[in-house]
């Protein structure tokens, strides 16, 4: 089946961001796209400046991605009416961070960030950077409340190794999960993706009950208590309402 060259470039630019420095040779192993495609689509991305050739030869993303993201950003409304709602969000619990995600085909992403000042402890988690679907609380609610046929076909295909003890690592178990998320209204996290790590996620969802995106709070074992989860759960579920409320306007 051929290709198209767009739909390569892409590729491309998606092995970078998962790899972060690559060579020629480790993108035609890693894409599995024609060598001769390679070359001619890094050649025109570098002159573009979309990508970067370094001094030992390693390419990865560059800045006229970041002038598009950027943009990209800043146009959406949702994150400007989100905003608000975080940083009061932010305000009210002692946590690490406040995100909002949402889905864009079978991948979850990070739309917005905001780290407490409060905090000694930071995480990776970055506008733009791809969430878990399997690891994270933000990543399983926002699974939990896709299209049944969307969320199956995902299921079946993420890697199910395990990044802590605690991970999820079948795709029946996940199920489960996901079932028990839909029915209670939110997602947690104990320490799958990091032991010292938790979170709690509640669905945004429009006058319809589709899904528009998730918020997700992060803390650590010791603030994010059994006793002090109730209070978190509360104050973020609190919020998704009053966003969508809002969105109702």
Same mark, same amino acid.
């Not at 970078?16 to 689509?41: A, E, G």
């Not at 993420?158 to 489960?176: F, G, H, V």
């Not at 028990?180 to 319809?208: K, M, Q, T």
């Given at each position: 089946? !051929?290709?198209?060259?767009?739909?390569?470039?892409?590729? =491309?630019?998606?092995?970078?961001?998962?790899?972060? !420095?690559?060579?020629?040779?480790?993108?035609?192993?890693?894409?599995?796209?024609?060598?001769?495609?390679?070359?001619?689509?890094?050649? %025109?991305?570098?002159? #573009?400046?979309?990508? !970067?050739?370094?001094?030992?030869?390693?390419?990865? +993303?560059?800045? /006229? +991605?970041?002038? #598009?993201?950027?943009?990209?950003?800043?146009?959406? %409304?949702?994150?400007?009416?989100?905003? $608000?709602?975080?940083?009061?969000?932010?305000?009210?619990?002692?946590?690490?961070?406040? &995100?909002?995600? =949402?889905?864009?085909?079978?991948?979850?992403?990070?739309?917005?960030?905001? @780290?407490? $000042?409060?905090?000694?402890?930071? =995480?990776?988690?970055?506008?733009? @950077?791809?969430?878990?679907?399997?690891?994270?609380?933000?990543?399983?609610?926002?699974?939990?409340?896709?299209?049944?046929?969307?969320?199956?076909? *995902?299921? &079946?295909?993420? %890697?199910? @190794?395990?990044?802590?003890? &605690?991970?999820?690592?079948?795709?029946?178990?996940? !199920?489960?999960?996901?079932?028990?998320?839909? &029915?209670?209204?939110?997602?947690?996290?104990?320490?799958?993706?990091? +032991?010292?790590?938790?979170?709690?996620?509640?669905?945004?969802?429009?006058? %319809?009950?589709?899904? *528009?995106?998730? =918020?997700?709070?992060?803390?650590?074992?010791?603030?994010?208590? /059994?006793?002090?989860?109730? @209070?978190?759960?509360? /104050?973020?579920?609190?919020?998704?309402?009053?966003?969508?409320?809002?969105?109702?306007?």
């Amino acid at each position: 089946m !051929r290709v198209p060259a767009l739909q390569k470039a892409l590729i =491309i630019l998606e092995t970078l961001q998962k790899h972060r !420095r690559c060579t020629i040779s480790d993108l035609i192993s890693y894409t599995d796209l024609p060598r001769s495609s390679v070359y001619v689509l890094v050649d %025109d991305m570098i002159k #573009l400046r979309l990508i !970067r050739q370094n001094s030992d030869k390693s390419i990865q +993303l560059w800045m /006229k +991605l970041v002038s #598009l993201g950027n943009s990209a950003s800043a146009s959406l %409304d949702l994150n400007e009416l989100i905003s $608000p709602y975080l940083d009061r969000l932010i305000s009210s619990i002692d946590c690490i961070a406040v &995100n909002f995600g =949402i889905m864009d085909d079978d991948k979850a992403y990070c739309s917005l960030n905001i @780290s407490s $000042p409060n905090s000694s402890v930071r =995480i990776n988690s970055r506008v733009g @950077s791809e969430v878990s679907l399997l690891h994270s609380a933000l990543g399983k609610c926002l699974l939990a409340y896709s299209s049944s046929s969307r969320r199956e076909q *995902i299921i &079946n295909s993420l %890697d199910y @190794s395990r990044a802590t003890a &605690n991970s999820i690592a079948t795709p029946e178990a996940l !199920r489960k999960e996901l079932a028990v998320i839909h &029915n209670r209204g939110y997602a947690f996290d104990n320490g799958e993706e990091n +032991l010292d790590i938790r979170s709690v996620s509640a669905p945004i969802l429009d006058f %319809d009950n589709h899904l *528009i995106g998730a =918020i997700s709070t992060i803390g650590t074992t010791r603030k994010f208590s /059994k006793d002090a989860l109730p @209070s978190i759960i509360d /104050k973020i579920k609190l919020v998704t309402m009053q966003i969508k409320s809002d969105l109702m306007i």
